[in-house]
């Protein structure tokens, strides 16, 4: 005979009081999940994206791009994205509790996350109402784009993205992310 085991629930005030090892805690409703420090090919690629994004964050007035550490708090659930884009903190120092919801996030998957960030934060995301949720792969060379109400969309070549409000997307070559050189020119 089966015997499910029950599973702790964890808390915002459980996971602040963890050590600051190297490791990464994240809480998404109740769960708590627990990633290694990240590999070089994983910050590379951040560091790339970060780059292309932050001219074009800055033109068309979308806020900061911001890093890990940053956070996403959202209904008891605590997140740190591999970047985001979104306004400044109407009070930084009120805390992440009532930080605007990002534009954009982005989670690049590793062996270690890519279950999670193709489910729970998927649906933590959209159900914090981001506006667009990309989910970089390098292994695939590719970057899927969640939008609430839509059918995914998965990027082999080119990328392009047009938050609302604005009127000229943003345009680039996927080799620019992937490729160990940044020689590629937007497009």
Known sequence: MAVALATKRWTLEELHRLPDDGNKYELVRGELFVTPAPTPEHEEIAVRLARILEPYVVE???GYVYRPRAVV????SEVEPDLMVRQPHPNPRRGWAKAPIPVLVIEIVSPYT??????QKRELYLDASVEQYWIVDGEERSI???????EDVVARDRMVWQPTRV???LTFALTR??????????E
């Open 60 to 62: 068309q007035e979308l």
């Open 73 to 76: 708090r959202f209904k008891g």
């Open 114 to 119: 890519r279950r999670r960030d193709a489910m």
């Open 144 to 150: 899927t784009v969640v939008q609430l109400g839509e």
């Open 167 to 169: 009127s000229e997307p």
């Open 177 to 186: 992310v992937f490729e160990a050189s940044e020689s590629g020119a937007e």
